[in-house]
């Protein structure tokens, strides 16, 4: 979630994106239901208005364990390369600027 909110993208682009990886929104259950208000009254938002956003609702910053589960399990982790997961929003973000180009409005 967080290398496509720092990419900006959409909700659409990253439902896409997580669907490529058999992940999906679900829009009843949190931290999703929040993830998807956000993409869909805030499209373009940049990551640290989304993390702020996530502080003052009380959503976890952290990976759930049972997420980073499935994504060893169904090979996703190993595809994308341990250097790209990080234990928290605030290193997620560092590794989200190196690798996404942003406009200057």
């Known amino acids: 979630m967080a290398i496509c909110v720092g990419c900006r993208f959409d909700l659409r682009m990253t439902q896409r994106v997580l ?19 956000l993409l869909e009254r805030l499209p373009g938002i940049g990551i640290n208005q989304f993390n702020e956003l996530l502080k003052r609702r009380n959503i976890p910053s952290r990976v759930p364990e049972y997420t980073l589960g499935i994504m060893k399990k169904d090979g996703f982790y190993a595809k994308v390369g341990t250097e790209y997961f990080a234990p928290g929003i605030d290193e997620a973000l560092q590794i989200a600027a190196k690798h996404c180009v942003t406009e200057k409005r």
């Not at 058999?22 to 999703?32: G, N, S, W, Y």
């Open 19 to 37: 669907g490529k990886q058999h992940i999906t929104l679900d829009e009843f259950q949190e931290p999703d239901k929040t993830y998807i208000t």
